[in-house]
């Protein structure tokens, strides 16, 4: 029998058809759904995605998978069809490893997980949280199994988020920042701190998403391909071709959660905006992982938002918008953006101690995947590793080992990703700075669309043609390392704390 490309990208669109439904659904409940809606939606969502499973391993998905890898055939596919071939049987491959019973007892579990998970941390009960988190364990560990890897159990549950990424190449990357990073930010807080306290203050919501338009506007962000809205976590989603919407959320006595935010989901937006018309719908039409998106918000909420050239040009406008800051000099404004402080809370952390907290919960799960420690002894290991990066120590569980949402929906090998998203990012701006030697005066005067363009042709527009790793490498020119991460903190930090 004879098979077409033709028709495996008609049926590759037929899915992505569902999930683009599915997906105005999941931004519909995290912005605007009442109440009384969520129940019954939850179920809609339960019939699309088994809908989506099922064409996903159906009998017809297995007939492409087989019939384009057959060595003769495959060899002969361009480019663009052969990585498209790859994905779908990667992924064919992989939700086929695992009975289809087990993955459903697996999604009941984590739902439930989720809201025991609320409930403990709400009491800073670990107890609480335990046996369920020791169930999912148990699921991820024969998952593992099952998925197979060559040298270690977590690389396994690595490769869903950060593909063809090792356990090996993490831990590289953390030796380096541990050996680099942890002297250089105890050397910072001996140093005298900027004062921040100019950040403290009252800003009314709608001048705040004012401020968000404006510099989503400047971010070259589409709004006629989509929209921001408000929600209590803020997201990013890609429904479709021409439909990707950020989220933002408004603390009335501080900016930095609205419009950092809204710079970091604009950097995820602005790779979804840019990825090329052809791939749309493929599988070639999403980022190229986790790790690489998370670099793309991660340049542009820190590596531009947080740098004296943007402030340069987008002061005025923030003037205008709190004329609270007329007296303000952008300088000042700059350092107190930037102040380092270690913080027991993830997503509080600033740029230096921000890898930091995912060292902690690599080294954790890493452990945990391989037998290494028990559930029971998290809290303990927890905050022992806490003090021993940070140096400081939680006083409860709620803002130690209960802080983050990803175990109780069954997310491990999920957090290296954020780190390796502030790596990828230093590389790719390191290369950004060579390629385009005016960068930060183009920066300084508002043209943030020739470093856009440059993003839109080295990455955004390849979508997931590439691994992480081969993308690195074809950008970059050399393989991922944690020293532009280092010289890009070293730089800017050295010249701010004076040190
Ligand atoms: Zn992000």
């Known amino acids: 029998m004879l098979m077409e490309m033709k028709d495996f990208y008609d049926y590759a669109r037929e899915i992505s058809k569902l999930r683009s439904a599915m997906s105005l659904i999941a931004w519909d409940m995290r912005t605007k759904i009442p109440p009384k809606g969520v129940k019954d939606r939850s179920e809609v969502v339960g019939k699309l995605s088994r809908m989506a499973f099922e064409m996903a391993t159906s009998p017809k998905a297995a007939e492409f998978v087989e019939y384009f890898n057959r060595p003769k055939i495959h060899d002969s596919l361009n480019e663009v069809d052969r990585r498209n071939v790859d994905l779908m049987t990667k992924y064919y491959r992989r939700q086929k490893s695992i009975p289809a019973d087990k993955i459903e007892k697996f999604s009941i579990l984590c739902s439930k997980g989720e809201s025991i998970w609320q409930e403990a941390r709400r009491e800073s009960n670990f107890a609480k949280f335990q046996p369920i988190l020791e169930e999912i364990v148990e699921y991820l560990k024969e998952f593992a199994e099952l998925y197979g890897y ?4 977590y690389d396994a549950l690595l490769d869903e988020y950060e593909p063809s990424t090792t356990t090996k190449d993490v831990k590289n990357v953390i030796d380096g920042l541990k050996k680099d990073l942890v002297p250089f930010m105890q050397k910072i807080y001996k140093a005298k701190a900027p004062d921040d306290r100019i950040l403290n203050g009252n800003f009314d919501k709608s001048s705040q998403e004012k401020l968000s338009v404006e510099v989503l506007k400047a971010m070259t962000y589409d709004f006629e391909g989509g929209r921001l809205d408000e929600t209590a976590h803020p997201f ?19 900016l930095r959660p609205s419009f950092f935010g809204t710079m970091h989901e604009g950097g995820h937006a602005l790779y979804e905006q840019g990825i090329a018309e052809e791939h749309q719908g493929t599988m070639v039409g999403m980022g190229a992982s986790m790790g690489i998106h998370e670099s793309q918000s991660r340049t542009w909420e820190n590596m531009i938002g947080r740098s004296r050239a943007f402030w340069n040009f987008f002061y005025p406008t923030l003037v205008k918008i709190f004329p609270q800051y007329k007296d303000v000099s952008v300088e000042d404004f700059y350092k107190a953006i930037n102040v380092v402080k270690p913080s027991l809370i993830r997503i509080e952390a600033d740029e230096v101690t921000y890898n930091l907290h995912i060292v902690i919960r690599f080294e954790v799960e890493e452990a945990l995947i391989n037998d290494r420690v028990k559930v029971a002894d998290l809290p303990e290991l927890w905050n022992s590793k806490v003090k021993e990066y940070l140096g400081i120590e939680p006083s ?4 130690g080992v209960l802080q983050d949402v990803h175990w109780s929906g069954g997310q491990m090998g999920y957090f290296p990703s954020y780190m390796l998203g502030n790596i990828y990012a230093a590389q790719f701006f390191a290369t950004a700075k060579k390629e385009i030697p005016n960068l930060e005066a183009l920066i300084s005067s508002g043209d943030l669309k020739t470093f856009r363009e440059w993003q839109r042709e080295k990455i955004h527009r390849h979508g997931a043609l590439y691994d992480p790793k081969d993308l690195v490498m074809k950008v970059t020119g050399q393989p991922l390392t944690h020293k532009y991460f280092m010289d890009y903190i070293t730089e800017k930090f050295s010249e701010i704390y004076g040190i």
């Open 150 to 153: 060559e040298e270690n159990r």
């Open 236 to 254: 990013t989603i890609g429904i479709g071709p021409g439909d990707v919407r950020i989220t933002t959320k408004y603390d009335p006595r501080d």
């Open 396 to 399: 409860n569980d709620a803002e």
